[in-house]
Structure formats: C-alpha cells, structure tokens
C-alpha cells in the first residue's frame, strides 16, 4: 500500500522490489494476493513486463525487481525508494542491506521499507537499534477479517510458544527459559 501511495503522489519514481528470489517477488510482492497489481486501481495499476523484471506505472514510475540471493546485481542501477519483503529469511541480509543502501542515491530523502516476521539476528537488532530506523509492529491478529477461519483456529495451538510470539505477535524472541541451552 505504500509503495502504491508513493508511486501515486509522485513522490518516488524508481523503485526496487527486493525478495529472497526473483520469483518470490513476482509471487508475492507483485501478483500476490495482497501484491502491488492486486490492490491497484484499473487507471492506476502498472504493467507487469516479467521479461524485464518490472513494474511501468502510467505516470512512469518504475520497479525493479532483485534477489537477495544475487544481492551483487545491485550494484550500479540507483534508486530512491526500495521495498524489501522477507527479510530474515535472507541468506544475505547485510550484503543485500548494504548493496541496496549504497544503490538509493536519487531524490531528497530515499526511502527503504523492510518488511519481515522477525527472527533472533543479530543485523536486524542492530537496525532496530539505528537512530535512522522506525520500528513498526502488528500482529497477525490485527488483520484477522482478511483470515481464513481455519488458520485462525490453528494459531490455538501455538498458544504460549516461541513459535506465536515470533510469527503471530511480531517480537524478536532470543531465549527460551525452559531450554537447557541458550541461543548465544
């Protein structure tokens, strides 16, 4: 929604779609159910030209979609906003981070979104800790109408686990005081 918001104001015009994989962003970012071309209005959706990994807005806005898993393709092309998805599930997470940072060089304040269940890594403490980063957190009971009954009551048996603090209630969990082992 977001990027959607951006892209309508004019306030940004080249922008990069970072996933795992290439595919990834096709599958999710961009086709997804809640992807860009699924919440885009008719007058305003963009043209998915998939042989040239990208999205042509009709006000000429642009994006481009990478992998992380070739983080180094980011070297070169130049943004001024970028929207990353999955992100601790990347097998590169700072090289992707620090590849895409040099690359959003255009415009007077270059944005980046990330967008993540969060995991116990030690970079996305160190983002979370950055003065120049805003912290955002949900649940996923926050977006129960658009929910599958069926998950909902599957999220039951999570109840008091890692597991639901972690994927349903957005915390970054680092230790467990039942284990006989800690994670460090």
């Given at each position: 929604e977001t990027i959607k918001k951006w892209v309508k104001l004019k306030k940004y015009k080249r922008i990069a779609l970072v996933a795992n994989t290439i595919k990834e962003v096709e599958q999710v970012m961009v086709e997804g159910q809640s992807?860009?071309?699924a919440i885009s209005d008719d007058k305003d959706r963009p043209e998915f030209i998939s042989s040239r990994r990208m999205l042509v807005w009709p006000n000429g806005a642009i994006a481009t979609f990478y992998g992380s898993e070739c983080y180094?393709?980011?070297r070169g092309p130049q943004f001024d906003a970028a929207w990353v998805?999955?992100?601790a599930k990347f097998q590169y997470p700072r090289e992707t981070f620090e590849q895409l940072s040099l690359s959003l060089r255009l415009g007077k304040k270059p944005r980046m979104i990330l967008t993540t269940t969060?995991?116990?890594l030690q970079f996305i403490k160190d983002l979370i800790a950055r003065d120049d980063v805003v912290t955002v957190r949900g649940t996923s009971l926050e977006n129960a109408k658009n929910l599958s009954p069926t998950f909902l009551k599957q999220l039951e048996f999570l109840k008091g686990t890692r597991l639901e603090a972690q994927e349903i209630y957005g915390e970054i969990v680092s230790s467990n005081q039942n284990t006989l082992w800690?994670?460090?």
């Open positions: 992807g860009i071309l180094e393709q980011l998805d999955e992100f969060p995991r116990p800690s994670w460090d």
